[in-house]
């Protein structure tokens, strides 16, 4: 919900006071008044549902997720992901797992699970900075405090992409070091894909600029990836 007093239409991103009526005792979706569609067919979809139309990159669940739905419940799946993401990755660089002792395993786990943190936070600092240096209306309408929220939610949501490396977990002896790599490579795929259909869908740049979003989106990818890799470059410096 937009500052607590608004929905949106998850067809166009209008703004509406409610998503359904009351008649007696049924329920009844409203219709947009802008695109004439039903404003939010999701609120009569279970939540699975809802999850596995965003992980097909439904520009509808996002806007559902992220403005009409409780996000709770992707808070906690958020916390899944990134400690299933820090696991793989934990394995996936480690040449033989089975003959590392526990430790390593451990601290290789911890320092994975810093560094996606650091790069959820990267992400989302590029991504408010790039949108405000646009001059985007939106951050006045909803105020920096609530589009700083939106934008997070957006990051957690593209986010669900990172589910497709739990494979790597579970079919690491069965495959080689190219296929786990070309794999790791379609989920960062899928994954800048839903980052940009989520940020296109919270209307911080307009539909028809997706060029506009692909940009912005990709920059603040290759931003957020040269401070990772130069923060990684002087530590490693440091420790030598």
């Given at each position: 919900m937009i500052g607590g007093s608004f929905y949106v239409c998850v067809n166009c991103g209008h703004r509406v006071r409610e998503l359904c009526k009351k008649y007696s005792n049924t329920l009844k979706t409203t219709n947009c008044e802008k695109c004439h569609h039903v404003t939010d067919k999701y609120i009569e979809f279970e939540e699975f549902i809802i999850l596995i139309d965003a992980l097909l990159l439904d520009t509808c669940a996002f806007r559902h997720i992220i403005y009409n739905g409780d996000f709770k419940l992707y808070w906690k799946v958020s916390l899944v992901?990134?400690?299933?993401?820090?696991?793989?990755?934990?394995?996936?660089?480690?040449?033989?797992?089975?003959?590392?002792?526990?430790?390593?395993?451990?601290?290789?786990?911890?320092?994975?699970?810093?560094?996606?943190?650091?790069?959820?936070?990267?992400?989302?600092?590029?991504?408010?900075?790039?949108?405000?240096?646009?001059?985007?209306?939106?951050?006045?309408?909803?105020?920096?405090?609530?589009?700083?929220?939106?934008?997070?939610?957006?990051?957690?949501?593209?986010?669900?992409?990172?589910?497709?490396?739990?494979?790597?977990?579970?079919?690491?002896?069965?495959?080689?070091?190219?296929?786990r790599s070309v794999h790791y490579v379609l989920v960062m795929g899928h994954h800048l894909c839903s980052l940009v259909l989520a940020y296109e869908a919270v209307g911080s740049v307009k539909s028809r600029l997706r060029w506009l979003s692909i940009t912005l989106v990709i920059l603040a990818f290759v931003l957020k990836e040269y401070i990772r890799h130069y923060a990684a470059f002087q530590l490693q410096l440091h420790l030598t």
């Open positions: 992901v990134l400690l299933l993401e820090s696991f793989a990755l934990c394995r996936q660089n480690l040449s033989d797992p089975a003959n590392y002792a526990l430790n390593v395993h451990e601290k290789g786990f911890y320092t994975y699970t810093l560094h996606n943190l650091g790069d959820y936070l990267l992400i989302t600092c590029f991504l408010l900075l790039l949108t405000a240096a646009l001059g985007n209306d939106q951050i006045k309408k909803m105020g920096v405090r609530n589009f700083t929220l939106t934008i997070i939610k957006v990051v957690v949501i593209s986010n669900l992409s990172k589910f497709f490396l739990l494979p790597i977990l579970v079919w690491r002896n069965n495959t080689t070091v190219f296929g």
